[in-house]
């Protein structure tokens, strides 16, 4: 009995503890996704509470891609009900994400980058509001990716999509990112 | 190949940028953040405590059983039965254990060589009643 109740406290603090370590990245990318801090946090209670009730079960090792599907589900959720909300809006707006030469846009990996020049909170201000202006999916994957570092294969898995969107969605947002942290530089 | 070696130079210091800007993040969001938490912990607890209430209720259901067919089956004492003192029934005890009137030999403030001695009187009465018989 002792032996459960204390497994049952070390199952709560390695969740907490777990929850502590990616709260605050999560909140940032809802945030980025949602452009409103009131919006993220819902989103992350939200992931929370999915993640708790679905996904503790699971080995701890794989804790972190399970957190970040269910967060990425809850802002695709959000994107839709915003778009339904707002339909009649769309025919006027021009999709950008399809737009691209992939070839041309791809990245130079031997170049310093934009953010070199900018010193601490220009360039998180800078970097902040070009991933806004990202389209969601390149936005997410970039995050992803670059931020929490996961490989190709789990972020397509986190995202639902085959490796090749992720490779083409991280390929679009860093010419993006690049172009608009040029302007700062 | 590493999945990395596609990154462009750049990507470590916006990472670093990413990671300062969650770290400088407000006490008040940080509040929220963690009652968020705290109430997603909450959510796994009771779950916890469901997984318990079967093994909790069978043990609580073979406890009741268990009590009902011991006393179910207890043997009874047909009244007036076998009570050692007093004259004229078995001196056995009864087959159940104690009886009432052994309640009342404990908790009786007499002492108890008296009752040690009640075979003895009980003879003595005999004789007195057969002398004046």
């Known amino acids: 009995m002792r032996e459960r109740v204390d497994a049952a406290d070390t199952d709560d603090s390695a969740i907490d503890h777990f929850l502590k370590t990616v709260e605050r990245r999560a909140l940032r990318m809802a945030e980025m996704a949602t452009s409103s801090r009131d919006d993220a946090m819902d989103l992350v209670q939200d992931a929370m509470f999915g993640f708790v009730r679905h996904y503790t079960s699971k080995p701890a090792a794989d804790w972190a891609p399970l957190f970040y599907r269910v967060l990425d589900s809850r802002i695709n959720d959000f994107h839709r009900r915003k778009q339904v909300r707002g339909r009649w809006l769309a025919a006027w707006v021009k999709p950008?994400?399809?737009e691209v030469d992939e070839i041309a846009q791809a990245p130079d990996t031997t170049d310093p980058g934009p953010l070199l020049r900018l010193a601490g909170n220009e360039a998180s201000l800078a970097?902040?509001?070009?991933?806004?202006?990202?389209?969601?999916?390149q936005r997410q994957t970039f995050l992803l990716r670059v931020w929490e570092g996961f490989d190709v294969a789990t972020t397509a898995n986190v995202m639902r999509?085959?490796?090749?969107s992720v490779k083409t969605h991280l390929s679009r947002a860093l010419t993006a990112l690049r172009r608009a942290l040029e302007k700062y530089a | 190949m590493n999945d990395d070696d596609d990154l462009p130079n750049w990507t470590p210091q916006a990472k670093q940028a990413l990671d300062e800007s969650a770290q400088n993040l407000d006490a008040a969001t940080?509040?929220?953040?963690?009652?968020?938490r705290q109430r997603a912990l909450g959510l796994a607890r009771p779950r916890r405590?469901?997984?318990?209430?079967?093994?909790?209720g069978l043990a609580s259901a073979c406890a009741v059983l268990l009590a009902v067919a011991?006393?179910?089956?207890?043997?009874t004492a047909p009244p007036n039965a076998a009570d050692p003192f007093i004259p004229g029934t078995s001196a056995a005890a009864p087959s159940g254990g104690f009886s009432?009137?052994?309640?009342?030999l404990v908790s009786s403030d007499d002492g108890i060589e008296f009752y040690q001695d009640l075979?003895?009187?009980a003879w003595l009465d005999a004789q007195g009643q057969d002398n004046n018989g």
Not at chain 2, 70 to 75: D, F, G, I, L, Y
């Open chain 1, 96 to 98: 950008a994400d399809d």
């Open chain 1, 127 to 137: 970097l902040d509001e070009a991933l806004k202006k990202l389209p969601a999916r």
């Open chain 1, 161 to 164: 999509c085959s490796e090749g």
């Open chain 2, 30 to 36: 940080l509040s929220r953040l963690n009652r968020a």
């Open chain 2, 49 to 56: 405590m469901r997984s318990w209430f079967v093994p909790a």
């Open chain 2, 70 to 75: 011991v006393v179910w089956h207890r043997p």
């Open chain 2, 100 to 104: 009432a009137s052994d309640l009342d």
């Open chain 2, 119 to 121: 075979d003895f009187y």
